[in-house]
Nanobody, 128 residues
């Protein structure tokens, strides 16, 4: 069973930075997996903003964070990071880490239903 734990949330100023961490465990060896970050703004649905694969480190970003956020991984620490720069008030919300092993063709990093393992989330607030 995959377990995910997020950390690194907090309060940042407009234009500031935060780095989120997602510590993962329980992946079955020799199975391909993807880890994603989702953002849930107050009153809105959870949406995928970035993801990274474990075999070739391919990455994807939603248009709203492209150029501002960077996803990376440290396999030795079983941790995926989300470096968030140039923060905006609309980045406020809860950030969740999600994972899926052997995602089927057509899986989409934007869709929460394509991921079966979730962390509890970490809160981010950007003040202006």
């Amino acid at each position: 069973q995959v377990h995910l734990g997020e950390s690194g949330g907090g309060v940042a100023q407009l234009g500031g930075s935060l780095r989120l961490s997602c510590e993962a465990s329980g992946f079955t060896q020799r199975r391909y997996h993807i880890i994603a970050w989702f953002h849930q703004a107050p009153g809105l649905e959870r949406e995928g903003i970035s993801c990274i694969s474990d075999n070739n480190n391919a990455t994807w970003y939603a248009e709203g964070v492209k150029g501002r956020f960077t996803i990376s991984r440290d396999n030795a620490k079983n941790t995926v990071f989300l470096q968030m720069d140039s923060l905006k008030p609309e980045d406020t919300g809860i950030y969740y880490c999600a994972a899926e092993q052997d995602p089927p063709p057509g899986s989409n990093c934007r869709r929460s239903r394509d991921f079966s393992s979730w962390g509890r989330g970490t809160q981010v607030m950007v003040s202006s």
